[in-house]
């Protein structure tokens, strides 16, 4: 199939497509004598199976070494589950990370939102470099 009709039964763009290839992800397809990508149900294979490591949030090359150790049959599969442990550990971490963002966020809109022209904007005068000095400040001095 050529390079649009695998993007169509793949679900990935075209230009991720070529990505992936020059990524090292999936293998170079032959050519037809019109010069046409031309790929196989293997590689709609292979792009299935990265589509489902990317909904993971994997990366790239996350996605790279678990491929290469489709090739390695006897190595055990506590690699893989140790990567799913590091990449989970780092999910929980973004987790984290989004949740004290979103209470900063509500802390400073409760704190500074009261409806006022753009010049008394608490919020604004808060995220400015002189309200920051005093931010710093003020979290030293409550801890």
Known sequence: MKIGELAK?????IQTIRHYEKEGLISAPARSDGNFRLYDTAAL?????????????LTLSEIKHLISLQHSPGTPCEV???MIDAHLHIVETRIADLQNLQCDLKRL???RGR???????GILN??????????????????
């Not at 294979?45 to 949030?57: G, H, T, V, Y």
Request: glycine content about 2%; overall charge positive.
């Open 45 to 57: 294979e292979k792009l299935s199976f990265i589509k489902n490591c990317r909904a993971l949030d």
């Open 115 to 121: 409806a006022r022209s753009i010049d008394q904007c």
């Open 80 to 82: 893989v589950n140790d």
């Open 109 to 111: 809109r409760h704190k």
């Open 9 to 13: 039964r793949s679900g990935c763009s």
């Open 126 to 143: 808060e995220l400015s470099p002189k309200s920051q000095l005093t931010l710093v400040d003020n979290e030293r001095m409550s801890r």
